[in-house]
Nanobody, 130 residues
């Protein structure tokens, strides 16, 4: 099973940008559906972006972040990224990276409700406020 560690959170004003990183260790990165998840206070965790790096590097986005967030990876450093632009106060949350083995969690859409995913990082706080 992979181990995951996020970094890059912080506090920015509305309209600002942040880039989150997720370092992957312990297994072959390409065997997992990788997802960025966020959890705001009082709300459930929700997937915002996902990718399956194994073959075609398919990417998936929730409508709330489409056009503003970009998920990517660096195969050489086994790192996944989430570039966030045009941030809004409603983007404020703890952001986690999560992983589940295989392609199915990505193309089936289960990444949108990833509570059952097998591997999680510790989370990083993103605050968007003026």
């Amino acid at each position: 099973q992979v181990q995951l560690k996020e970094s890059g959170g912080g506090s920015v004003p509305p309209g600002g940008s942040l880039k989150l990183s997720c370092t992957v260790t312990g297994d072959t990165y390409g065997n997992y559906c990788m997802v960025w998840v966020r959890q705001a206070p009082g709300k459930e965790r929700e997937g915002v972006a996902a990718t399956y790096p194994g073959t075609s590097s398919d990417t998936y986005y929730d409508d709330s972040v489409k056009g503003r967030f970009t998920i990517s990876r660096d195969a050489f450093t086994n790192t996944m990224y989430l570039q966030m632009k045009s941030l809004k106060p409603e983007d404020s949350a703890v952001y986690f990276c999560a992983a589940d083995r295989g392609y199915y969690p990505c193309y089936s859409g289960s990444w949108r409700n990833p509570q059952a995913f097998g591997a999680w990082g510790q989370g990083t706080q993103v605050t968007v406020s003026s």
